[in-house]
């Protein structure tokens, strides 16, 4: 299966120049299913490779998402150590706000911590637009990384306007998020403001990493699993489908992950775009990420056969025994042979404790299962 690369994208883009447009990420995201099933890792870039750890001694987060050079060697370690079959842009989901003048900062151990929270009408009139001269280094970041790549794809990533918005209320993480949907319902009005804001930083951000070489995008709702599916498609999905939007001309394939999502999937899956008892259902979607809470082929039931799945080996299964894992992943291999494309994965990132040899072994695993179809549940040891 081929599509060609539309006009609005660069000349040089791998995929008009067709570096990318082959490689069994992007087939497999456009509902090809490659001869070798693709592999990736959420949060491979970082946290359990030491040549990471002895990069970033002395150095903040956001300072490291900020430094083109150090953002760049830091999304290609995983590619070279392990072999997966894209990169994944090394950022984080705050660094848009920060670009747009938001006082946030990501605290060791805790996560990011706002200044002051933004809570009222006042607050959100009071954000700043982004303005586009600020991710000169997030565009030169990626330009370096898709420079060393070769023909792997760089995957473009931000943050969902839900999260984003989570954060911006809560002031920092929390486990129920009660602030932030207490303000959807209280003031409907405001909520729908401040998404609309956190859409257009979210959704300029990954336009920026596309227009400079990415050649997939992944939009990442950390907490939409706290949301009843009515508030997500009322409240929530039109403005994650504001943030894609601002790559949708640009052609390359978009893929959405939540955590805790399976009881919105399918909404995830067409943004709000769908009619009620209609079987064909616009996806506005490549592909949907799965966590490890859903069997794929539960997933595939769920969203149909419009969308490619990605994931879902649980984390946890890392540290288990080599049987044990090995007999994991072949089952999510089987499982995912019931969609129309399949893209190996985590149902979250890499723990941070995780032996990197590890993922090397199971990228090795998955790489020697062919299409992924006619995979069994049998283990060898």
């Not at 596309?210 to 709702?221: H, I």
């Not at 995912?336 to 404790?353: C, D, F, K, S, T």
Request: aromatic share 4%; glycine share 10%.
């Amino acid at each position: 299966m081929t599509t060609a690369a539309p006009a609005a994208l660069p000349d040089s883009h791998p995929l008009v120049t067709g570096r990318t447009s082959g490689s069994p990420l992007v087939r497999a995201l456009r509902g090809d299913r490659p001869e070798t099933l693709p592999v990736w890792f959420m949060r491979q870039a970082g946290r359990s490779l030491p040549e990471y750890r002895e990069l970033r001694v002395g150095t903040a987060m956001l300072d490291a998402c900020l430094d083109p050079a150090m953002a760049s060697e830091i999304t290609l370690q995983p590619v070279r150590r392990h072999g997966v079959d894209a990169g994944i842009f090394f950022s984080d989901i705050v660094v848009p706000i920060k670009l747009a003048g938001v006082d946030v900062e990501i605290v060791p151990g805790r996560g990011p911590v706002l200044g002051s929270p933004i809570r009222t009408a006042a607050d959100v009139d009071a954000l700043a637009p982004l303005d586009p001269a600020a991710l000169a280094p997030i565009t030169e970041a990626v330009q370096r990384t898709v420079a060393e790549l070769g023909d792997t794809p760089l995957i473009g990533f931000a943050g969902a306007p839900f999260t984003l918005a989570a954060y911006l209320v809560e002031g920092g993480p929390s486990k129920d998020h009660i602030r932030a949907r207490t303000l959807m319902h209280s003031d409907p009005e405001t909520w729908s403001r401040l998404l609309d804001w956190a859409a257009g930083v979210s959704g300029a951000f990954l336009r920026a990493q596309v227009l400079a070489g990415a050649s997939a995008a992944q939009l990442f709702d950390s907490w939409v699993g706290s949301l009843s599916r009515a508030d997500y498609v009322a409240s929530v999905a039109p403005h994650s489908a504001t943030a894609l939007g601002h790559v949708a001309e640009l052609g390359v394939p978009r893929i959405h992950f939540g955590v805790g999502s399976g009881e919105v999937l399918r909404e995830m899956t067409t943004l709000g775009s769908t009619t009620p008892g209609d079987p064909a259902d616009a996806v506005a979607v490549d592909a949907v990420g799965v966590d490890w809470r859903l069997p794929l082929d539960e997933a595939v039931r769920r969203v149909g056969s419009g969308v490619t799945v990605q994931g879902n080996i649980d984390p946890a299964m890392l540290a288990a025994p080599w049987p044990v894992l090995e007999a994991h992943v072949r089952d999510v291999v089987r499982r995912g042979g019931a969609a129309r494309a399949h893209v190996v994965n985590l149902g979250h990132g890499v723990p941070p404790e995780t032996d990197p040899t590890v993922l090397t072994r199971v990228v090795e695993l998955i790489h020697s299962l062919g299409d992924g179809t006619g995979v069994g549940e049998e283990s060898v040891a």
